[in-house]
């Protein structure tokens, strides 16, 4: 990505730290991973301004190895004269931590070309004007959705922006720094209708203010609101099972979690084991692209500064890969897929998805409920934690619309869905186009048959 002054600042600081370790200890081989971040948001309540809100952090995070023992340590804040103490306070955590065998650092390779990655992940028009500037377009958005029927109030819309800079350095020769921006909106309603009561929202994230589509939050955030009016209880039995983008991404991040290497080395996951083995249906092709323009996980480094790649993790149901960082692929004896991922300067790395998707399909969202006698569409679920990642049992509550003959014909209410997550995988039959993204998983409407639905 476009590297700035800011930026150069950034790098520098890194070559600083490094500098500090060599000052402290030149026997010690290191890696620092320099970040720093700013947001800003406006929210309306009730048609009101509530809040105009501007955030800053800034730190750095350091890992010292001494053979094959490691200590990690950070701080706040971007100051040189901290250094020195950042690395003995690491440094005098080695004398106490076991050896690994697999601990070290990945080597510096140079990434492939990524053609008009970097100008699609950074807005420069973002934090250049006033923030109150977004009151206008927040106070449209609540008029569209305050006029649609059905709708009692707009409860809350928000807009926000953030702009981020990610430097790493290491004694193993790595060297690396991206930028990015993001910008969101999001609307949250209440509906009524014969002294009923039902809420909605829906949300938008994009690297560019100007690719939001305002519009369709508007018009998803009243759907959602208004079609569960005057829900009604189903009765048990197997049927179709239709999931909403909005909830398909928290399948997505389901199946994710168990292909995490670290995981599958545990015996936590259910797809230890199954390399090369059909774990869905051949309409399932699941994706992991941090090369992907505009995504707004997209980058040509992890969080070691390992250069990605576009990886097949599921082709046509054939479980291809899993996502390793630099320590669970020594654990397997292969090289990173540059997988790593951190929580922030305060984390270590660790193996993790990228703008990890399902290949959408050729039909349309409508041509698909279309095509459907007798089914739910799935706006919500409740208790996706209680999910087992080892047996991939699950009994989760959820709310939508029951879908009879090709049609919506009412909300649902007080339904549980319980399947297998490997069955529910083996069980799609068909796929949608309407690939969304909400955040770093994203999935189109798709359709799984014979789900108990009670």
């Not at 010292?64 to 023992?69: P, V």
């Not at 309603?189 to 305002?214: C, F, N, P, T, Y």
Request: glycine fraction near 12%; hydrophobic fraction near 40%; proline fraction near 5%.
């Amino acid at each position: 990505m476009a590297r700035s002054e800011f930026g150069n600042a950034l790098s520098d600081f890194a070559e600083s730290a490094l500098d500090a370790v060599r000052r402290v200890d030149a026997g010690l081989d290191a890696e620092v991973y320099c970040y720093r971040g700013r947001d800003r948001g406006v929210e309306l309540r009730d048609g009101a301004v509530e809040s105009i809100q501007e955030s800053e952090e800034a730190g750095v995070g350091l890992r010292l190895f001494k053979g094959t023992r490691m200590a990690f340590s950070f701080s706040g804040g971007l100051e040189e004269r901290a250094l020195d103490g950042l690395v003995r306070s690491a440094r005098e955590q080695l004398p106490h931590l076991v050896d690994d065998e697999y601990r070290g650092l990945p080597g510096a390779v140079a990434p492939a070309p990524a053609p008009g990655l970097e100008e699609s992940l950074n807005d420069p028009s973002l934090f250049r004007r006033p923030l109150a500037e977004s009151v206008p377009r927040l106070e449209e958005a609540h008029r569209a959705a305050s006029g649609r029927p059905g709708i009692k109030k707009v409860l809350q819309v928000g807009y926000g922006e953030t702009v981020s800079e990610v430097a790493i350095a290491s004694t193993a020769g790595v060297r690396a720094f991206e930028t990015g921006t993001s910008a969101g909106v999001g609307l949250y309603a209440m509906g009524e209708d014969g002294g009923e009561i039902q809420v909605g929202s829906a949300s938008l994230s994009a690297r560019k203010a100007a690719d939001l589509d305002w519009d369709r939050v508007v018009s998803e955030a009243v759907f959602r609101t208004t079609s569960l009016l005057h829900a009604k209880k189903l009765p048990s039995k197997r049927r179709a099972v239709l999931f909403d983008p909005w909830v398909a991404g928290e399948i997505l991040d389901l199946v994710g979690g168990p292909m995490v290497a670290e995981a599958v080395q545990r015996g936590r996951s259910l797809f230890k084991g199954k390399l090369g083995a059909r774990v869905a249906s051949p309409a399932v092709s699941l994706i992991d692209d941090p090369l992907l323009p505009g995504g707004v996980t997209s980058g040509r480094f992890d969080d070691e500064g390992v250069p990605t790649r576009n990886k097949m993790m599921i082709e046509d149901g054939v479980l291809r890969d899993y996502f390793y960082d630099s320590y669970t692929a020594r654990r397997d004896a292969r090289a990173s897929n540059g997988c790593a991922g951190r929580s922030g300067f305060k984390g270590l790395p660790g193996p993790t998805s990228t703008n990890f998707f399902l290949k959408p399909g050729k039909i349309s969202r409508d041509s698909l409920i279309r095509d459907t006698k007798d089914g739910i569409l799935v706006f919500e679920i409740m208790g996706m934690h209680t999910a087992d990642p080892v047996s991939g049992e699950m009994s989760v509550g959820v709310s939508g619309v029951a879908i009879e003959n090709g049609e919506i014909v009412h909300g649902i209410r007080g339904a549980m869905l319980s399947t297998n997550l490997l069955d529910l995988l083996a069980g799609v039959d068909a796929v949608a186009d309407d690939l969304t993204f909400y955040g770093a998983t994203a999935a189109p409407t798709f359709r799984v048959s014979g789900l108990s639905v009670a």
